[in-house]
């Protein structure tokens, strides 16, 4: 299992830097470096998630049930190989949730990504393939 920039609950820590200027939303997404040294990046990103936008029904159901879930009490029942990946900049679901579901599940590796955002797969595309990578050939089988 693989569990990416997420939390178990809403127990967990919620991002509180998550405050962005308002003409510019995307920068929840990002570390504040990335974007303002990867401009063309970004824009880029903005350019092809716009092409399957998330409709805004879509988007209040998965509030609402991020609000609702709570899962962290269970944790401790996982047994499938886990890897807990998530940027060390992200704004949106702060950092401190990966070190909970590592310290909560058993076995769990945990792989920060230095400088990355929420959105730690466009900042850090290698680093996050080779961490997903090398935990699916340790775990292959298994």
């Known amino acids: 299992m693989i569990l990416a920039a997420t939390r178990c609950g809403t127990s967990a820590f919620v991002g509180s830097r998550a405050r962005v200027p308002k003409d510019k939303p995307y920068l929840q997404l990002y570390s ?13 990103d903005l350019r092809v998630g716009s092409r399957n936008p998330q409709s805004n029904h879509a988007g209040l159901r998965q509030r609402e049930a ?27 679901i702060d950092p401190e949730n990966a070190r909970i579901l ?32 090398d935990f699916i050939r340790r775990h292959r089988g298994g």
């Open 66 to 92: 991020v609000q609702g879930f709570d899962a962290c009490e269970r944790l401790g029942e996982i047994r499938a190989p886990t890897l807990v990946l998530h940027g060390t900049e992200d704004r949106m």
């Open 32 to 44: 504040e470096e990335f974007a303002r040294a990867h401009p063309e990046h970004v824009r880029e």
């Open 102 to 133: 590592s310290r909560l599940i058993p076995g769990a590796e945990l792989v920060l990504l230095e400088g990355a955002g929420h959105v730690y797969h466009s900042e850090r595309a290698e680093a996050a393939d080779r961490a997903v990578l």
